[in-house]
């Protein structure tokens, strides 16, 4: 910081070797002002080396200000400058060729200006760390902010050219001065966090099973905002209350049912109040949800609460911005994920009555108006309005899918009449009619369900809206899926009861085709896949009831396996035992069917049976090879007891006559009791009655088989043909 001695004596010497620069009186005015300032600077850098020596290396008191001692550097510096320009940069050169002690001289100069510099900038720095002080005095936090921010800017080469920067980097003094800024940085920091602390209090109580928070904000906004301005330009670390905030405010606002009580108009409170009181038990019933409503609603109180801490701290920060950095990503998840999406409405009546869209349109303009969200980024509110739409269609859907399966679940045997005055005549002559017969009340709520899918008004929800819903499917496509997912249900749910109980096949197969008849009647209501969707019903109805008349027919087969004949002269009493079995199992499926099947069903599914039963009755007869005349008797009383029982089972006794097999039992009877002659007159030759059920060669065994081996019966025989 200072020049040697020897300085002053070199530059003498050099004026008098070389003659001065060439007019005397010049050179020696140029000479004696170099001298003497050099003299000053000399004395000048000792002084600012005490001053700065005592302060920063020994820490003696020093009670002298630095102010004078920067205006004697500011005039210092101005003297030198002039005389470097006086002794210009071309004329050094010239006087380095001619003497180059003299030009050193000048170079000497420049140094002596760095050293001053250098003095001037560390006078500064200690002004700086002394107005700090009297700052802190008037607890004026905001000009403390500006003169530690400005004595960074010093101690960091901010503000100093980089020469004057190495220099003073070199100085003793220049480690403590930076321990001496950083120490003041720290009770900066450390005094506003105990200011804003004081202004802005809050309080969490934790009790077993409930919480209680206390938010206090000081109503002196002027002195409030000072603190926050101050507190946030510092490099502020905002983690601990927006943790705070966060899991003791936002997320339990979102998820828990909360008692919020604001106070801000208290007379003589110099504080406004917030107190948020909750459970602390992990909710699980979507019963405990609070309502969006009053989510909304907290949430403005809390944001009303903190309204006075939310400060510009920049051009384009507020305080609410830098704590909406920490925590909007997840408060915007939670509020869709726990609170918006379960509000969204589950029928067309909460539909229409609803204002959640223009609620939440409110509530992201009131964050965009607090900054702690920007709505050009943060889109996660308004991306909720624009998909509205398609959140209310896939809950109404899934809302619907939930009662179909609820539907499913329950009993098929619970049944109802319909279509009571639809008789068979009609129906064969009106395709369109469904014939009387029972379904499962369930099929009727379930028919009930889509008349209601079918009556929505999905004009109001648009026509973009209206297209596509669940899965991208439209009000009418959900039909579809919840008559496949009957189809697909019913025999998984109730699979135990429709493989042993006859009634409930018999009403899965009517509700099938009662939903069948449904479909056909809406087919310009645009329901997808119509005529697939009709034809499932039907062969999944068909294929159910198919699988229970097969297991009756095999019922009967099975009792009919025991039908033996005790001797070749008597039938015993066994067989017609069996027969009245399967006589009394069909009578059991009359009283479970006869009034709940359509007529025409009801007829050709008993049709079927009896003809099962028929036939293997006479394939048992025909099995014999010998027939005495008292067998003969007792086959005709056996086959007689069908005949009376069987046209019982239907709804009129002469609908007995479509069993495929019942003229050829009645005329088995016949035969049973025939002479020889009277069989050979029924065959005619080939055109007799016999014909339209028998085969020759069925005539000539029974004939053989009754009949001994005589002329008259081998002639008979040979009538047969």
């Not at 002196?220 to 601990?240: G, I, W």
């Amino acid at each position: 910081m200072a020049a040697t001695a020897p300085r002053n004596q070199a530059m003498e010497e050099v004026f008098h070797e070389n003659g001065g620069f060439g007019d005397c009186a010049s050179v020696e005015a140029t000479k004696s002002a170099i001298l003497k300032v050099m003299t000053r600077a000399e004395r000048f850098q000792v002084r600012v080396r005490n001053f700065i020596e005592e302060d920063y290396t020994d820490f003696m008191p020093n009670h002298t200000s630095p102010d004078i001692y920067l205006e004697e550097a500011s005039s210092l510096g101005r003297e030198v400058a002039d005389l470097l320009e006086t002794v210009s940069s071309e004329g050094l050169g010239a006087l380095d060729e001619a003497n180059s002690k003299l030009a050193a001289g000048g170079r000497e100069q420049r140094e002596i200006l760095l050293g001053l510099a250098v003095s001037e900038l560390v006078l500064k720095i200690d002004e700086l760390f002394q107005c700090i002080e009297d700052a802190k005095a008037t607890k004026d936090y905001l000009v403390v902010l500006d003169l530690v921010s400005r004595l960074q800017a010093l101690i960091y080469g901010e503000e100093a050219p980089p020469e004057v920067h190495r220099v003073f980097q070199a100085l003793e003094c220049h480690d403590t001065i930076k321990v001496k800024y950083h120490v003041q940085s720290h009770l900066l920091q450390q005094t506003l966090q105990e200011r804003f602390d004081r202004l802005v209090q809050l309080q969490c109580k934790s009790f077993p099973t409930s919480r209680c928070v206390t938010l206090q904000v000081s109503r002196d906004e002027a002195q409030l905002q000072d603190v926050v301005h101050a507190l946030f330009q510092e490099s502020y670390n905002p983690v601990k209350i927006c943790e705070f905030l966060w899991e003791n405010c936002i997320e339990p606002l979102i998820r828990r049912p909360v008692m919020a009580e604001f106070n801000e108009t208290a007379e003589g409170d110099t504080f406004i109040h917030l107190s948020l009181s909750y459970s602390t038990k992990e909710p699980n019933s979507s019963q405990l949800r609070p309502s969006y409503k009053q989510v909304l609603a907290n949430f403005q109180l809390l944001l009303q609460t903190l309204g006075g801490i939310n400060c510009s701290v920049s051009n384009d920060q507020h305080v609410f911005t830098i704590i909406g950095e920490h925590v909007k990503d997840k408060m915007l998840d939670l509020l869709l994920e726990e609170c918006l999406v379960p509000a969204v409405p589950e029928t067309m009546e909460e539909y229409q009555s609803s204002t959640l869209c223009e609620d939440v349109v409110n509530f992201e303009q009131l964050l965009a108006d607090t900054f702690l969200i920007n709505p050009e980024v943060d889109r996660a509110l308004g991306e909720f309005v624009k998909q509205y739409e398609t959140y209310f269609r896939n809950k109404l859907f899934k809302r619907v899918l939930e009662t179909a399966r609820e539907i499913i679940q329950r009993d098929l045997q619970d049944m109802v009449l319909v279509a009571p005055n639809n008789l068979a005549a009609e129906v064969s002559s009106d395709p369109f009619l469904f014939p009387r017969c029972m379904v499962s009340k369930s099929a009727q709520d379930f028919v009930k369900l889509m008349d209601r899918i079918l009556r929505q008004p999905v004009e109001k929800m648009g026509d973009t809206e209206a297209e596509s819903g669940l899965f991208g499917l439209s009000f009418t496509g959900v039909i579809g899926v919840m008559l496949q997912t009957y189809m697909s249900e019913v025999p998984i749910v109730h699979r135990k009861l429709l493989d042993s109980v006859p009634q409930q096949s018999v009403l899965f197969y009517n509700n099938c085709m009662f939903f069948q008849h449904w479909v056909a009647q809406h087919a310009n209501k645009g329901i997808d896949s119509l005529p697939a969707l009709a034809k499932a019903l039907q062969v999944c109805g068909q294929k159910q009831f198919r699988v229970q008349v097969d297991y009756q027919n095999s019922i009967l087969m099975e009792i009919l396996q025991g039908f033996e004949f005790e001797s070749p002269h008597t039938l015993g009493t066994g067989p017609l035992k069996l027969v009245r079995q399967c006589l009394r199992q069909l009578e059991l499926l009359k009283n479970v069917w006869f009034n709940v099947l359509p007529e025409k069903t009801y007829i050709s599914t008993f049709c079927e049976l009896l003809n099962t039963f028929a036939a293997e009755l006479i394939r048992r007869v025909f099995t014999l090879r010998d027939i005495s005349a008292t067998m003969a008797c007792e086959l005709s009383d056996l086959i007689d007891v069908v005949l009376e029982k069987a046209p019982q089972l239907f709804g009129e006794p002469n609908q007995v006559v479509q069993v495929h097999s019942w003229l050829k039992l009645k005329q088995l009877k016949t035969m049973m009791n025939a002479s020889l002659k009277e069989i050979t007159e029924l065959w005619c030759d080939g055109a007799g009655p016999l014909t339209a059920s028998y085969k020759a060669d069925e005539i000539k065994h029974l004939i053989r088989a009754l009949f001994q081996d005589t002329d008259r019966r081998a002639k008979a025989i040979t009538q047969i043909v």
